[in-house]
């Protein structure tokens, strides 16, 4: 396999909270996974840290669930299945969402030392399926339903994956199911 990578260019594994980093780099980019930082101010401070002066940050993340209905049906339909007591979901939690709120998201890496924050609106039709099969399957597999069922009662697994199945069904056209998907591109400055 010939490797056309430009020089310039190094990718790592490391968790952004704590691997040492030299201040040489003039770009940080993340898609979708800066949302699940135990610390964000802290993994985003060292993140920082990696950056020249006037170096920037650019990532990419979800908005609100109520503008993201490929994700957000599965848990509208599962929500009368849930027990009334249930706590509310943290907003502020690691998570999909948890930078949906762009008050916060700015304040968090205000609080990590970036400046010239910038938040630009992404909304893009987005391809589930051509069947209510495979966006189940995704669902079921890789999608919000696995975490969302085992908040329920065995008993009711059945009827609510009906539900879910039934909510997916309602958006199926001769294109299959397409959905909204709308993301956040967060632009920042070190320095």
């Known amino acids: 396999e010939k490797d056309n990578a430009a020089g310039n260019v190094a990718f790592s594994v490391a968790d952004a909270a704590s691997q040492a980093y030299t201040a040489d780099h003039s770009l940080a980019f993340s898609r979708f996974g800066v949302m699940f930082f135990d610390d964000p101010v802290k993994a985003f401070a060292n993140i920082r840290s990696a950056l020249m002066p006037g170096g920037r940050l650019v990532f990419l993340c979800w908005q609100l669930p109520a503008a993201n209905p490929w994700l957000s049906i599965a848990g509208a339909a599962l929500q009368p299945f849930q027990p009334d007591d249930a706590p509310p979901p943290d907003p502020e939690a690691p998570g999909p969402f948890r930078f949906g709120v762009p008050e916060y998201t700015q304040d968090i890496l ?15 039709g987005l391809h589930l399926g051509d069947t209510v099969d495979e966006v189940m399957r995704f669902q079921s597999n890789i999608g919000p339903l696995s975490g969302l069922l085992e908040t329920l009662e065995e008993s009711r697994h059945a009827e609510a994956i009906a539900a879910v199945r039934n909510a997916f069904a309602a958006k199926a056209d001769s294109n ?14 070190n320095g």
């Not at 205000?110 to 910038?118: D, L, Q, R, V």
């Not at 299959?176 to 400055?189: D, F, K, Q, R, Y």
Request: glycine share 6%; charged share 15%.
């Open 176 to 189: 299959g199911i397409n959905l909204e998907a709308s993301t956040w591109l967060v632009t920042a400055t």
């Open 110 to 124: 205000t609080s990590a030392g970036f400046t010239n924050i910038k938040l630009e609106a992404v909304v893009k």
